[in-house]
């Protein structure tokens, strides 16, 4: 069973950017890149640790792709896939996302 969570209005996320959210546990974070909108876990398939360098800094320097901060792997944001570090072609887990009326919303897995 699971929940849609209300992520909030889509314009609070820029586009390309990210914001990192903690919902009763579960950490997970949305990002824009070219008006596609993407949720994922916040966890490195690698390491198990949160993937962000500074609240809501998941992606790299030149907003391309999502970066862990702890070794640098890079992530395709359309998919996750890891196509850098010690993680390559392991991937992200991606959560449903969709936007409703300008809100984002994120499917959660109930506890």
């Known amino acids: 069973m699971s929940r849609w969570f209300d992520a909030g209005p889509l314009e609070a996320i820029p586009d390309p950017g990210a914001r990192g959210f903690d919902h009763e546990g579960q950490a997970f974070f949305v990002v ?25 800094q998941f992606l790299d320097m030149d907003n391309s792709f999502i970066q862990c901060a702890i070794h640098g792997a890079l992530f395709r944001v359309r998919d ?21 009326e300008g809100r984002v919303q994120v499917e959660l897995a109930a506890d």
């Open 32 to 56: 824009r890149k070219d008006g596609e909108v993407r949720a994922y876990r916040n966890r490195c398939p690698h390491t198990g640790a949160p993937l962000e360098w500074q609240p809501h």
């Open 80 to 100: 996750g896939l890891c196509l850098r570090g010690p993680c390559v072609n392991q991937s992200l887990q991606a959560l449903p996302v969709a936007v409703r």
